[in-house]
C-alpha cells in the first residue's frame, strides 16, 4: 500500500497542468494521495476537481468569510478502489469526518474516535479551528489517518499565532485520545513546521527555539513523544533533503528550501506475537519513505537551464512543494464496507443532481437535427435577417418605419424581401425559434442607414430634413403614403421628399469623415509623444538601477508589502536566484533603498 501527500498550492491549476484530475492521481501511482492547499470553497467544487474514474475523494474546505481566506487552504483526500460498495480494500474508508474538533459533519454520525471537549475550548473558538477547512479524518480500519495543513503564522501576527497555536493543541489532544483506544494513527500533510536546522537550508542558531519546532519534536518519539517521524527514521543523516522553497526568490534552483511535508505514524503492528516489545507499526510495515522530486518546478537536466533574473521571464510550472510518499507492506484486507457519505459522490452540486438554469434551458433544445431551411427574425435595428438553419451566414433585409396613423399595428409596416407568411410560420414551428415582433416595438424603433456612423457635434447646429412631416398621413385621400415611406432604401425617392436630401446626407457624411481624420491624426501624435516620454522614463530608470557587488549586475526594484512603517517603499536586490552563501552563483544579498518611497492609492 502506498500513501502520499502533497501540497498542490491549487488544485484548480495542477488539474490544468496535468490534463485532468485522472492524470494527475495515476502520476502517482499511490492507493491513497492526501492533497493540502485545493483552494477550493465548497460551492466551486465539480466534476472536473472532485470526481475521478477509481477513487472516492473527501473534501474539507474553507468556511470562514474572514478578508483574504475565502477559497484559502482546504485539503482533500483521494482513495484508489476497484469499488466504492462491498469492498475490502483497505483503501476505502470505513468512515470519514471533516475537521478535527468533531463538531462538523461525520459519515455515520459516530466520530472518528472521541471529539475534543468543549470545557477548555468554547464551541466558537472549535469551530473557528474548523472554519478554515484543514483536515480530513478517514478511518481504514488498521489505521486512521488525519490529513492535515497546518496554518503559518508570522511572529508578529498575535491572532494568527494564537490560532496556529489551538489548532495543535486541539489536534494532539484528538489523536491521543485514538492512541489510548489502542488505534493505529497517521499524520500526513503540510504541517509548516520544520523540526530542527538539519531539516532547514542555512538555519540561524535560535532556529530551533521557536515554540512550534519545540511542540513538533516534543510529540516525537526521539523527544519521548508517542509518533515516529518516518522519513527522518528511514534517512537519519540526510540533509538538503526538502520539500518546500520560496516561490518567489527562485529558491529551487539551488534547492534553498526547508522540510515542511511530513508523515508521522505511531501504534503497534498488525501481528498476532504475543512478544510485542520490539515490534511497532513503523519496524514491521512501513517499507520505504521518500521524497518525490520530480515532481519539482526546476528540473536539473541539461533540457532545462532557464536562468531566474530576478523572477523576470522566468515562468516555473508546478507547486512549490514536493510530494512524500510512504510505503507499506504485509497490510491485509478488512471486511467488507462501502464509500462513507461523506464521499464526493453523495454531493449534489458535484454530481449533478442539481440543475442550473443553464442545463435546464439546454434540455429545452431540439434534439434531432433540423434540414436547412429559411428563418426570418429582427435584429437590434429593427431589421428583417433572414438566414439559412445551420449556417453562418444570413442575409439582412431592410426594415424600414410607418408613420403612425389610424392603420393597424400589423399593417403599418411593409417588410422587404418577405417570405410568405405561412412558410415562416410552418419553418419556425419545427425550430420552435419564431417569436412575432411586438407591434408596439416596431412602431417605436428608429430606422438606421448606417447604423456605424455617430453623430457629429456640427449636426445639432443644422436643422435636419423633416421627411416623415411631408407625407399625407393623417389625409385619407391618401393610403398609398404608408407603402411610400416603407420602402426599400434602394427605391428612388418619390416626390414627397425634400429634393435636397442625399445632398445634406453626402454633406453630412464628408464633414463627418474630415474630423474622424483630424481626431485620428491627433490621436497619433499624442501616442507617439507617450511613446517618446515612456522611453525617456525607462531610460532614466535603467540608469538609476544600481548593480550588485557580488556580481555586478543590475538589480531587481521589490516594493515593502508588509504593515508597518517601510510599507510601499521601493528597494533593490541581487537578481539572481536564492541560494547558500556558500555558493557564489547564488544571490549575494545585495540590498538597497530606493532614493524615495513608492506612491500607493
Known amino acids: 500500500m502506498k500513501i502520499v501527500t502533497y501540497n498542490v498550492n491549487g488544485l484548480r491549476q495542477r488539474v490544468s497542468q496535468f490534463g485532468s484530475l485522472r492524470k494527475l492521481l495515476d502520476s502517482f501511482d499511490a492507493d491513497v494521495v492526501c492533497i493540502q492547499e485545493t483552494k477550493l470553497r465548497r460551492q466551486e467544487l465539480t466534476s472536473d476537481l472532485a470526481i475521478a474514474d477509481g477513487y472516492e475523494s473527501f473534501f474539507s474546505c474553507t468556511r470562514t468569510f474572514d478578508k483574504g481566506r475565502t477559497g484559502y487552504s482546504g485539503v482533500a483526500t483521494f482513495c484508489r478502489v476497484k469499488s466504492a460498495f462491498s469492498s475490502n480494500e483497505v483503501a476505502l474508508p470505513v468512515d470519514a469526518e471533516e475537521g478535527i474538533t468533531g463538531l462538523l459533519e461525520c459519515s455515520r454520525g459516530e466520530k472518528c474516535g472521541k471529539e ?11 469551530l473557528k479551528v474548523d472554519s478554515e477547512g484543514r483536515c ?7 489505521f486512521v489517518l488525519f490529513n492535515l495543513y497546518g496554518p503559518r503564522a508570522d511572529p508578529d501576527d498575535k491572532d494568527r499565532v494564537l490560532f496556529k497555536r489551538r489548532f495543535y493543541k486541539i489536534l494532539e489532544k484528538r489523536w491521543e485520545s485514538l492512541l489510548k483506544e489502542g488505534r493505529r494513527v497517521f499524520v500526513v500533510g503540510d504541517l509548516n513546521i520544520a523540526p530542527t536546522a538539519m531539516d ?10 521557536n515554540e512550534f519546532r519545540r511542540w513538533l519534536r516534543s510529540i516525537l518519539v526521539g523527544d519521548g513523544g508517542l509518533l515516529f517521524d518516518v522519513f527522518r527514521a528511514k534517512h537519519p543523516n540526510r ?6 522553497w520560496p516561490s518567489n526568490s527562485g529558491a529551487e534552483q539551488f534547492n534553498y528550501g526547508s522540510r515542511i511535508d511530513h508523515i508521522l505514524c505511531s501504534g503497534r503492528c498488525l501481528h498476532q506475537e504475543f512478544d510485542m516489545l520490539s515490534h511497532n507499526f513503523l519496524t514491521c510495515h512501513v517499507k520505504d519513505c521518500d521524497i518525490l522530486t520530480q515532481y519539482k518546478r526546476w528540473k536539473n537536466d541539461a533540457d532545462f537551464t532557464p536562468r531566474w533574473k530576478g523572477g523576470l521571464s522566468t515562468k516555473l510550472e508546478g507547486s512549490d512543494h514536493a510530494p512524500v510518499f510512504i510505503s507499506l507492506e504485509e497490510i491485509p484486507d478488512i471486511s467488507p464496507h462501502s464509500t462513507p457519505s461523506l464521499s464526493s459522490r453523495y454531493l449534489p452540486g458535484v454530481r449533478g443532481l442539481q440543475q442550473t438554469l443553464v442545463s435546464m434551458l439546454i434540455k429545452r433544445q431540439v434534439a434531432k437535427p433540423v434540414e436547412s431551411c429559411s428563418v426570418s427574425g429582427l435584429n437590434s435595428d429593427g431589421d428583417i435577417i433572414s438566414q439559412n438553419a445551420g449556417s453562418d451566414s444570413g442575409r439582412k433585409s431592410n426594415f424600414t418605419k410607418c408613420s403612425t396613423s389610424s392603420t393597424p399595428p400589423d399593417e403599418l409596416c411593409h417588410f422587404v424581401n418577405q417570405e410568405p407568411e405561412t412558410t415562416i410560420l410552418q419553418t419556425t414551428e419545427r425550430l420552435k425559434i419564431f417569436r412575432k415582433p411586438s407591434p408596439v416595438k416596431t412602431v417605436k424603433k428608429r430606422n438606421r442607414k448606417n447604423k456605424s456612423s455617430q453623430l457629429s457635434l456640427m449636426s445639432f447646429f443644422q436643422k435636419s430634413p423633416k421627411v416623415a412631416t411631408d407625407l399625407s398621413v393623417d389625409s385619407p385621400t391618401q393610403p398609398e403614403a404608408t407603402n411610400v415611406n416603407c420602402l426599400n432604401d434602394e427605391t428612388p425617392l418619390t416626390n414627397d421628399f425634400k429634393p435636397n436630401s442625399s445632398e445634406l446626407d453626402s454633406f453630412e457624411s464628408s464633414q463627418e469623415q474630415d474630423e474622424i481624420n483630424i481626431s485620428c491624426s491627433e490621436q497619433k501624435d499624442k501616442k507617439d509623444v507617450a511613446l517618446l516620454e515612456w522611453q525617456r522614463i525607462q531610460q532614466l530608470m535603467q540608469n ?9 549586475e543590475p538589480c531587481v526594484a521589490r516594493v515593502v508589502k508588509k504593515q508597518g512603517p517601510t510599507f510601499g517603499r521601493r528597494f533593490y536586490v541581487c537578481a539572481r536566484a536564492e541560494g547558500p552563501s556558500s555558493n557564489p552563483e547564488a544571490n549575494c544579498g545585495y540590498f538597497k533603498w530606493a532614493s524615495a518611497k513608492s506612491r500607493h492609492k
Open 116 to 126: 475534543v471537549e468543549e470545557g477548555e475550548f468554547s464551541r466558537d473558538e472549535l
Open 136 to 142: 480530513v479524518i478517514t478511518d481504514h480500519g488498521h
Open 200 to 209: 532547514r537550508c542555512e538555519a540561524g542558531p535560535d532556529f530551533e527555539n
Open 239 to 244: 540533509r538538503e533533503a526538502y520539500t518546500c
Open 544 to 552: 538609476s538601477i544600481p548593480f550588485c557587488k557580488g556580481h555586478k
